[in-house]
């Protein structure tokens, strides 16, 4: 079946760190894969997608890379910041018929210390 | 901002009681949707819609009915609450390329 794996927090960085969140999945077919953010008390909202093997989806400084041969989708920020602080999903969609449903990971807490 | 609003916001309710959340959008969309989210489960998917009157199970359905008599409003319905159902819910829908979800703000509701 479809299954998005990611890896446990919570991460704490300092200011200016690099980031990395693992996200691997299986999926039947060609999946699109997607990063989410949650902030404090707010609904998650779309921060990143890719629809193919090899594209690189990137938004707000963050960056992950469809790679098929490995199933992943990395997240990636070369210098997080206080506000980058919160929860982050990856997700797959596996489209069929009337089913467009997202297949999301447990998420990834993050806190940024100053 | 898709225009997807959520009511109430927070709720605190009794056991064996019936609960109804609302959500509502303003644009049209045909897919909406119906989450539960737990700390150590992630997001998971109670019911979903494709359309006025046409409607689907998720993951963890037991316990709710949802109904959509309009496109713009989704109504998730816990016909007996339970302390298990103790949850933030979200609702969000589809954008017209099928690619992206939107969510609302979330309700948060306790079930004593």
């Known amino acids: 079946g479809n299954s998005v794996t990611q890896m446990e927090g919570p991460v704490t960085l300092s200011e200016e760190a690099f980031l990395t969140i693992n996200c691997t999945y299986t999926?039947?077919?060609?999946?699109?894969l997607f990063w989410y953010v949650q902030y404090p008390g707010e609904g998650l909202q779309l921060l990143l997608k890719a629809t193919k093997a090899d594209d690189k989806g990137s938004n707000k400084g963050f960056e992950a890379t469809y790679r098929k041969e490995t199933t992943s989708f990395h997240l990636e920020k070369g210098s997080v910041q206080v506000s980058d602080s919160a929860v982050y999903f990856c997700a797959l969609k596996v489209s069929a018929g009337n089913n467009r449903k997202l297949i999301w990971g447990l998420g990834t807490s993050l806190a940024v210390n100053p | 901002d898709a225009g997807i609003t959520q009511s109430p916001r927070h709720k605190v309710t009794e056991t064996g009681t019936p609960v109804t959340l609302r959500c509502h959008q303003t644009?049209?969309?045909?897919?909406m949707y119906w989450y539960r989210q737990d700390p150590g489960h992630g997001l998971r998917l109670i019911h979903y819609?494709?359309?006025?009157?046409?409607?689907d199970k998720g993951e963890v359905s037991d316990g709710y009915s949802v109904s959509r008599s309009k496109t713009e409003d989704f109504l998730l319905t816990l016909e007996s609450a339970t302390s298990s159902q103790t949850s933030v819910y979200f609702c969000?829908?589809?954008?017209?390329?099928?690619?992206?979800?939107?969510f609302g703000p979330g309700t948060r509701l306790t079930v004593l």
């Open positions: 819609s494709y359309g006025v009157k046409d409607t």
């Open positions: 969000a829908i589809v954008d017209a390329s099928g690619n992206e979800q939107f």
């Open positions: 999926a039947t077919g060609y999946p699109s």
């Open positions: 644009e049209n969309h045909r897919y």
